[in-house]
């Protein structure tokens, strides 16, 4: 059995995080692992609070992953604050991680904040570059590349002003613009489109921790990057249309819907 180490916050509403991680590495038949980087209390309507764990705890429970049971894939989540960044890129340096997923979380799906501005150039200086895909949406990419993202001609410019600071690849994900759920892989200097129907879903809570854990995932099978991403789009794509309807906010997907 393939073996998946998610990284990240917790959500004890079970929409995203490494919930939704743990259910996405188990839907795809994988065994999960988690570093638990901070508490939040959070449902479908917003994050009311965040409890930070310590750098050395995340830390030892990188360890003792790593010492025991090695993951082939490593997805990177809320990392909450540069000393915790900092202790996750010792330690995947340390342990010689491979595949690993980047998901630079700095808002929540319900508009909320979730990464400190310290923090921020701790992920793009130290962790970003730590990714074989980091996988950043449109608000997380106009941060990253300085303007703002209108369409497909501003998502390549995007990627390219990225890609100078990165050695990765570097996946936009296209969602928040209004014509149609297209995202941009951009790797090495070249550009994959993938092109898939928007799903009338209002229910989107934790969709950007789903497609990177599907994309570890992959990687973890032995797929290729572009094999991860269309596989990892269309389990998504199969969580959304599953069409679960909990909260009376922006509900979670079905990520057990082929089982």
Not at 143 to 168: N, P, V, Y
């Amino acid at each position: 059995m393939k073996k998946v180490l998610t990284i990240a916050g917790s959500d004890c509403s079970g929409g995203a995080g490494i919930q939704a991680d743990i259910k996405t590495i188990t839907a795809h038949k994988m065994y999960a692992m988690s570093a638990i980087t901070a508490l939040t209390a959070q449902n479908t309507m917003g994050v009311y609070g965040i409890l930070e764990a310590t750098p050395e705890f995340v830390a030892q429970q990188i360890d003792c992953i790593f010492q025991d049971i090695r993951p082939d894939a490593v997805k990177i989540g809320m990392v909450a604050n540069s000393e915790i960044i900092k202790v996750i890129v010792d330690k995947l340096k340390q342990y010689d991680a491979t595949n690993i997923v980047v998901d630079p979380v700095m808002v929540s799906t319900s508009g909320c904040k979730l990464l400190s501005d310290e923090a921020r150039e701790a992920l793009i200086e130290l962790l970003l570059p730590m990714g074989t895909v980091i996988t950043p949406n449109i608000p997380e990419t106009e941060t990253l590349c300085g303007f703002s993202i209108q369409d497909e001609g501003d998502m390549i410019r995007a990627a390219e002003k990225i890609a100078k600071r990165f050695q990765g690849a570097i996946l936009v994900k296209g969602g928040h613009l209004v014509n149609d759920a297209i995202d941009l892989l951009y790797e090495n200097g070249t550009t994959n489109w993938f092109r898939s129907e928007r799903i009338n879903n209002s229910n989107t809570h934790g969709t950007g921790c789903t497609l990177s854990s599907a994309i570890a995932c992959n990687l973890a099978a032995g797929c290729s990057l572009t094999e991860s991403i269309g596989n990892a789009k269309a389990y998504l794509t199969g969580a959304l249309k599953a069409m679960l309807d909990l909260g009376a906010g922006s509900g979670p997907l079905d990520h057990v819907y082929r089982i």
